[in-house]
């Protein structure tokens, strides 16, 4: 899959399925830039690692981002279709996700932490090696460094672009292009 992310129109991007390799999915936008929390906020570290949240089935806590439901698009097949006329203008990080405990073909491992009942895309360094660099705009290194997410940008004119920092955080993960 050498393209994850398409720009299809204005207020329409579509995600490629082999993302989880699921025909069905969630969404998950936050219009926040950065994340509203990490593994350095004490609360999140907290609880992924007290030995008692592990024996316990987590909650399913979205904490200031909202979840949206997605099917394959039967316009668009391979594709989910997201729709941004609603969305105002400005940066949006998101990723897509398993439904909870649904083991998917591709992604990361199930887990018992926090949101770790969702497999999430897993874009290992083979991957981003062999990604275009149009497509590696998109992407977003997470402050803890644990993974990618994708961010956009809808501008005042409805344009949707890439808005990752990519190429000035890679570096931290020892990948050079």
């Known amino acids: ?6 720009v299809q129109d204005k207020n ?3 995600l490629h399925l082999d993302l989880l390799g699921l025909r069905e999915a969630q969404l998950w936008i936050g219009s926040q830039p ?7 906020d004490p609360r999140v570290l907290q609880e992924r690692t007290q030995e008692e949240s592990k024996k316990v089935k987590p909650e399913n806590r979205i904490s200031g981002i909202e979840a949206v439901h997605l ?3 039967d316009i668009y097949p391979g ?4 729709d941004t006329s609603s969305w105002q203008s400005g940066i949006y990080r998101f990723n897509i996700h ?17 949101d770790g009942q969702y497999l999430w895309p897993s874009f290992s360094d083979e991957y981003l090696y062999d990604l275009p660099n ?3 705009q998109f992407l977003y290194l997470e ?8 961010r956009i940008e809808i501008d005042e004119d409805r344009n949707i672009q890439p808005a990752g920092d990519v190429y000035s955080r890679l570096s931290n993960r020892g990948i050079l292009f």
């Open 98 to 114: 398993s439904k909870p405990y649904v083991q998917a073909p591709h992604g990361t491992e199930l887990q018992p932490i926090r």
């Open 12 to 14: 329409l991007f579509l």
């Open 143 to 150: 402050r803890n460094k644990a993974g990618f997410c994708m």
């Open 71 to 73: 099917v394959e698009s």
């Open 1 to 6: 899959m050498k393209q994850f992310i398409k």
């Open 79 to 82: 594709w989910f279709e997201i």
């Open 134 to 136: 149009e497509q590696k």
């Open 34 to 40: 950065v994340g509203p929390t990490d593994n350095n």
